[in-house]
């Protein structure tokens, strides 16, 4: 079982709608959740970072926690053509992170 | 601004021709990491320094070391490069290790292996 597990995609999206993207996790103990922005041939970005249960928001993103499900989620609200990038989702259960595939993510004008 | 930098950003090498790229930070940050990403893989965590103290992956292959001489320097070392060394090299730094270590990363170096 993978310790990071995402939705490879291509994940489709008509601009100005809500992107959806998922992640689980193998690791009770994790602690600290994050969620990274790369461009092809870009390095990741970090664009939100999570450490409670709940919901966090930032401009048009909100990161969403349930560590009871194991599940963290990032919505994108009003979504554009610049959003289209590849999401991955990290997750530190010690000292480093374990990052998963990342879902492809593309905004359609 | 306070930021990550690689240099170079592109580089290409010889099968076996020793190769180093490099990593410096303004941030002051105390960790700093060495990511090997492949296409459409996720990146691979090589090894860390937390200020000297070095921490190797338990499946990085000897062939690659590092160093790091000062607070704002780290290097990557490849003695002897594989065709399947090909890859995005990404350095990143945090502030601390464990819960909470945000990281953020540079713009990576691309080796070519030829």
């Known amino acids: 079982q993978k310790e990071v597990e995402q939705n490879s995609g291509p994940l489709s999206v008509p601009e100005g709608a809500i992107a959806s993207l998922n992640c689980t996790y193998s690791?009770?103990?994790?602690?600290?959740f994050f969620w990274y922005r790369q461009y092809s041939g870009k390095s990741p970005e970090l664009i939100m970072s999570?450490?409670?249960?709940g919901d966090k928001e930032d401009g048009r993103f909100t990161a969403q926690l349930n560590k009871a499900s194991q599940y963290v989620s990032l919505l994108i609200r009003d979504s554009q053509p610049s959003d289209s990038a590849t999401y991955l989702c990290a997750v530190c259960p010690s000292t480093s992170l374990v990052f998963g595939q990342g879902t492809r993510l593309t905004i359609n004008p | 601004d306070a930021m990550v930098i690689q240099n170079p950003r592109y580089q290409v090498t010889q099968f076996g021709k020793p190769v180093t790229l490099s990593c410096s930070q303004t941030l002051n940050h105390n960790v700093m990491y060495w990511y090997q990403q492949k296409s459409s893989q996720a990146p691979k965590l090589l090894f860390h320094y937390y200020d000297k103290d070095f921490n190797n992956e338990a499946d990085t292959p000897d062939n690659f070391q590092s160093r790091r001489p000062n607070t704002s320097f780290c290097f990557l070392d490849i003695r002897s490069p594989g065709l399947g060394d090909a890859a995005m090299y990404l350095c990143?730094?945090?502030?601390?290790?464990?819960?909470?270590?945000?990281?953020?990363f540079g713009p990576g170096t691309r080796l070519t292996v030829l």
């Open positions: 990143a730094t945090s502030l601390r290790l464990g819960v909470y270590n945000e990281q953020f």
């Open positions: 690791d009770r103990g994790s602690q600290s």
């Open positions: 999570i450490y409670s249960n």
